[in-house]
């Protein structure tokens, strides 16, 4: 153990391996991209941040706006996460999409 180490406070909570529709809190979860998803259950509300630069899919997933979950089909360290998610845009029309992600590397509590 380094002196690094034994500054750093030891954690107290068990690594998340999987959330589902059940689970209540908020969440971050990292994708193999490095694409970061806010999670939200409480509020069933995620919204995804880019990665990696060369991520294309950027500007077609909304990036940094704000949907409502409908179902969290799969979100699973090793899996790739699928969502069903509202994409309407306030005022202009009802829009369910799904959400198909490279495989989840982490799950946090945010």
């Given at each position: ?35 970061r ?6 509020d ?26 409908i ?25 369910i ?14």
């Amino acid at each position: 153990m380094t002196v690094i180490d034994k500054l750093q406070p030891e954690s107290t909570t068990d690594p998340i391996s999987k959330i589902s529709n059940e689970d209540e809190g908020r969440y971050t979860v990292t994708t193999q991209t490095g694409s970061r998803y806010i999670i939200d259950m409480n509020d069933r509300t995620l919204s995804r941040h880019r990665g990696d630069e060369s991520d294309w899919h950027g500007d077609l997933t909304r990036t940094g706006i704000e949907h409502g979950i409908i179902n969290l089909a799969n979100c699973a360290v090793g899996e790739g996460m699928v969502v069903i998610i509202d994409e309407a845009l306030p005022g202009i029309k009802e829009e369910i999409g799904a959400r198909f992600t490279t495989t989840v590397v982490s799950i946090e509590a945010a």
